[in-house]
């Protein structure tokens, strides 16, 4: 692990190129960092779509994440809004995963499946 002085010493600002990426060192304009990630975060994914109802964190209030969609995020935030208004409901995407307000696990189900994604409801 580098150390602090390594960690907080970096390049941050420079007159010929401008911001610098923190981890490599590129102007922002040329940076793929984000790019990269993204592409990892769909290489991990297994294919199956998992749908649940989860009221951890969130003062027992229910919303349904379905998770495991291999979709770039922007393709991932225009799914949301369909699914959004298929439901009627509020929500948002974050790190990769759709949170949905209420429980719509079932909805949900028949409209993932209907697009050609492998569905599984997941947890309790």
Request: glycine fraction near 12%; proline fraction near 2%.
């Amino acid at each position: 692990m580098a150390s602090l002085r390594d960690q907080l010493g970096g390049l941050v600002y420079s007159t010929e190129q401008g911001k610098t990426c923190p981890s490599c060192r590129e102007s922002i304009d040329h940076c793929r960092c984000e790019d990269t990630s993204e592409q990892a975060r769909i290489a991990d994914l297994d294919g199956i779509v998992r749908i649940r109802r989860e009221t951890s964190g969130r003062k027992g209030k229910g919303v349904t994440t379905i998770s495991g969609i291999p979709l770039p995020t922007t393709e991932l935030k225009a799914l949301a809004k369909t699914l959004k208004k298929r439901c009627g409901t509020g929500g948002a995407v974050k790190d990769g995963i759709i949170e949905i307000q209420g429980d719509h696990r079932e909805t949900l189900q028949h409209a993932l499946t209907s697009l050609g994604y492998h569905v599984k409801l997941a947890g309790g």
